[in-house]
């Protein structure tokens, strides 16, 4: 028997990917999908196997019958609306982050923590954040096999992490910048004052922006704060030790992560490859030439479209034998997103 599942969140970017993505895996429904969005989207037809479903506006009424609903509509909608799910009978997954803290939610990779999804008191299961998530694919098998204590991550996160109008402003900045070579290579400060923006701090074109999210009273961010918290509980370690610099850069889609990895027992670099082969969820991409030219590169562009997150540059410390050092990347919107919400529907229905 299949499942009666909506969507809640159907007509955004996520949304269209979560049907691409249980089109894709034959995700075992029973009759359509519901698809729900606000009373703006309400009416739109969205695309599903070969033909269409109306979307429909969130109500409590909408959810009775729902078996699973999965969320992607913010994190106000999902305290409002996912307790109401959850009264209903329904299973919520969660992608935003409402829930990514509160004990009685599970936070779970479905590669790293699967076990976790059973235990839901409150009916609702939290997706963790996409950065995170790209990290935990790699970070997860290494704990397991070597014992994490510590980490230094540094993320370099795609324009597209902040949704549409982070793309949309990208290619806005890029094309304000065109034509401005002399002034890119001698008046940097100048083009950057020029140039304005509402989603960024800064513009994202032809630049590096330190900066994503909002300022915490400790001056890091909260996305920074997010790499913290959530590694802490998807790991199981609530003392492991994380420094965390986040990034925005001008990449349509894909963040990526520097990593050092500090472990309770030295560890080469065929210690750390031997652990990460075959693991799930991921694809190693380390390969080094004859010549010592890269013939595999975990770069965003190489990962964009992709369930694997990729992982490479992989070394040892200079200083520590027991420290590693790698560079992870995975699509923001498949694995960071929609791919681990269905993964983790599939885990419920398990």
């Not at 007509?11 to 009759?31: I, W």
């Not at 409590?60 to 969320?71: M, Y």
């Not at 549409?164 to 083009?191: C, K, N």
Request: glycine share 10%; aromatic share 4%.
């Amino acid at each position: 028997m299949g499942v009666r599942l909506a969507i809640l969140g159907a007509t955004g970017a996520v949304g269209a990917e979560l049907l691409r993505q249980l089109d894709r895996r034959g995700f075992p429904l029973d009759g359509d999908p519901v698809l729900l969005a606000s009373d703006r989207s309400a009416g739109r037809r969205l695309p599903w196997r070969g033909g269409e479903v109306e979307v429909r506006e969130v109500t409590a009424e909408a959810f009775e019958g729902v078996d699973v609903a999965l969320f992607s509509a913010g994190a106000d909608r999902s305290r409002t609306w996912a307790p109401v799910a959850a009264r209903a009978g329904a299973v919520v997954v969660d992608n935003s982050s409402a829930w990514r803290r509160d004990p009685e939610v599970p936070l779970v990779v479905a590669e790293v923590n699967p076990v976790d999804a059973s235990n839901r008191p409150l009916g609702i299961v939290a997706n963790p954040n996409c950065t995170t998530m790209a990290l935990m694919v790699a970070v997860g098998p290494l704990h397991r096999a070597f014992g994490l204590r510590a980490m230094v991550a540094s993320s370099y996160q795609a324009a597209g992490g902040a949704g549409q109008s982070g793309i949309d402003e990208l290619a806005a900045t890029q094309a304000a910048v065109d034509g401005r070579r002399e002034d890119l290579l001698h008046d940097g400060a100048g083009v950057e004052a020029s140039v304005p923006t509402s989603v960024f701090a800064r513009p994202i074109a032809h630049n590096v922006v330190p900066f994503c999210g909002s300022y915490r009273d400790d001056r890091y961010t909260d996305e920074e704060r997010k790499l913290v918290d959530e590694s802490r509980r998807i790991l199981g370690v609530p003392d492991l030790a994380v420094a965390p610099t986040c990034v925005r850069v001008p990449v349509y889609v894909g963040h990526a992560i520097s990593a050092r990895l500090t472990f309770g027992r030295p560890v080469t670099h065929a210690d750390v490859v031997g652990a990460l082969a075959g693991a799930p969820g991921l694809e190693l991409a380390d390969a080094i030439g004859p010549e010592g030219e890269p013939l595999e590169l975990p770069t965003p562009l190489a990962g964009a479209g992709r369930d694997e997150v990729l992982v490479g540059r992989i070394r040892e410390d200079y200083d520590d034998p027991c420290s590693v050092n790698l560079f992870v990347s995975g699509d923001n919107l498949v694995k960071g997103a929609a791919l681990n919400t269905v993964q983790l529907a599939e885990l419920v229905l398990a």
